[in-house]
């Protein structure tokens, strides 16, 4: 499996909801992150997991949780947001414990969610 | 601050023409530089990076450190080139920041 997954590929939540964000891969990567993808925008990085501990947090609201099981899982928890939250939530892993060199970033399809 | 810029959003060139597409960076330090595609309906996807100096689906990229520059070029565009492309850079260890991207389209 060369791949990451993200599930689901939609989501529609009230501002009331909790609901996770998936993202599973088993290339045995050490790293994995969650990007933020607004229309027409660039990914914007929002957290990075290194071998399962949390190493940044781009001072993401706490409405966003993230949480890593297990090196091969990556969820992001989502309570109380905000329509403006609705983007597309990319996630991505990588072979090393960082993003550069021979270790580059593979990502997932990602997750499409509307906030309403 | 370190920052990625792409001036173009779109750019138009027909099938056979070449294709350049610009970055420009500013940072502090050696920069370790990517560049990333997305066809439509696929994932993000790496093209290149400046470290392997490679050749990847006739697309290359020279680092220049005197023009702060990493543009993307190919001899001969092929329509199925058409995609949004990313010049990223590495801030830290593990932070790839994205410059706003430059759809191409290769037109028949």
């Known amino acids: 499996d060369t791949e990451v997954t993200q599930t689901p590929k939609h989501l529609v939540m009230g501002m009331t909801n909790k609901k996770s964000l998936k993202c599973e891969q088993h290339?045995?990567?050490?790293?994995m992150y969650w990007y933020k993808q607004k229309a027409k925008k660039p990914p914007e990085l929002m957290f990075v997991?290194?071998?399962?501990?949390?190493?940044i947090n781009e001072s993401v609201p706490s409405r966003f949780s993230p949480e890593c099981p297990n090196s091969s899982l990556l969820n992001l928890h989502l309570h109380a947001l905000q329509p403006e939250d609705s983007a597309l939530y990319l996630c991505?892993?990588?072979?090393?414990?960082?993003?550069?060199?021979?270790?580059?970033?593979?990502f997932g399809n990602g997750t499409r969610l509307t906030v309403t | 601050a370190q920052r990625v810029t792409q001036p173009e959003k779109l750019l138009s060139v027909f099938k056979g023409a070449p294709v350049e597409l610009k970055c420009n960076y500013s940072y502090s330090g050696s920069p370790e530089l990517f560049w990333y595609v997305q066809y439509s309906r696929q994932r993000l996807q790496l093209l290149l990076r400046h470290i392997s100096r490679e050749s990847i689906k006739g697309f290359t990229a020279d680092l220049n450190k005197g023009e702060t520059s990493f543009h993307l070029k190919k001899p001969f565009a092929q329509e199925e080139d058409s995609a949004m492309y990313y010049c990223a850079l590495i801030q830290g260890a593990q932070k790839l920041v994205f410059g706003q991207g430059t759809r191409l389209t290769i037109n028949p």
């Open positions: 991505a892993s990588s072979q090393e414990g960082w993003a550069g060199g021979d270790s580059p970033l593979h």
């Open positions: 997991y290194s071998y399962e501990k949390l190493s």
């Open positions: 290339m045995g990567h050490r790293a």
